[in-house]
């Protein structure tokens, strides 16, 4: 028990201590990796692919973003793929048509990576930028996306996610800081190898190295996972190709995103082990992966066996200030939920709160995994 205990803490330390701390001591003494950059002048051939249902709230704004960007329309070109709308987004996509905007149907919901497969085998450009209906970019977002690949050892680019919150909410600023930590991280990770996959709204790929997945999986996340595992080519981070929405201001709306997220996340982890594989990914990036993804999505697994292993240790007075420690952090995350649910109190006292029902998230989305649940595809609810 006292081998449970102390392994288990030290394992949540690593996720939310160790981990970051160690990418960015590398990235600190990491010689800078020789650059390779087009400049203003590599223009590729880019697509846009867009994959929509039932966005009739968002897609016209959309459109006109993507028409407003800073790349060359001739070497632009818009896809939105309806998997299977029954609003008004067909419609709204089909006036564009005569502006250079291709509609692509699916007929019945087949999920958001069976759209993106089926763009990507109609795509004519070198470089797939993959977004969301409701995800608007900077002007220059694209052509700060594209010019990594100018390096033929990269595979992948993720932009930043400059989001704002629908309403001013404990829940929608404590994402907004974890979002900018993460995206820190990601700068770390990919000065030292590689990031450790991409998220929605704006990331991109080489056509010639897209990687067709089954609809199980989850996209974002696993495309640059299966880039490098079976071509070896990194993802790298761009944090000044920027992309702005809006996030859930609601613990609710909040909680079920994260659950579907990461319950698509384990599930494709589960179904394509080789991206865990040292000898596929190398033993850096594998290593990259568990740390980054695996074991913080585990962390609840990890506090619950703190917990129980606590219970069996209360012989000792140390053992007893622990259990009356973790006892206090979840009375202040009832406290902090207490809060929230009336809207009331400064943000930093439910902190507790927003740490535990996202590890708890995590937790259900543990359990959907072991029982063979998945989520291909859901309905959109948008701020």
Known sequence: MTFLF???????????AGYPAIMRFLAACRRPRPTV???????P????????F?????????LINSLSLDYPRDLLEIVVVSDGSTDRTDAIVASFQSRGVRLIRLEGRQGKTAA?????????????????????????????????????DVGCVEGRRADAAEADSATARHELRFRDWESRLKEWESRVLSCTGATGPIYAVRRSLYVPLNPDLISDFMQPLLVMARHRKRQVYEPRALSRELVFSDMRDEFRRKVRIMTRCLNS????????????VGVAFAAQVISHRLLRWLTPVF????FTANLFLLDGPFYRITLLMQAAFLLAAGIGWWLDRRNTGPACLRLPYTFSAANAAALVAIGNCLMGRHIVSWSTRRP
């Open 6 to 16: 102390w392994s288990s803490l030290a394992l949540i330390a690593f996720v939310y």
């Open 37 to 43: 950059d087009g400049g203003e002048s590599y223009l």
């Open 45 to 52: 051939p880019a697509t846009l692919v867009i994959a929509a």
């Open 54 to 62: 039932n966005e009739e709230r968002a897609i016209h704004g959309k």
């Open 116 to 152: 993106q497969n089926a763009a990507a085998a109609a795509a004519g450009g070198e470089i797939l930028v993959f977004s969301d209906a409701n995800a608007f970019y900077n002007p220059d977002a694209i052509r700060r996306l594209v010019r990594p690949f100018a390096n033929p």
């Open 269 to 280: 982890l589960k179904k394509t082990p080789e991206v865990l594989a040292p000898r596929r």
């Open 303 to 306: 506090a619950l066996t703190a």
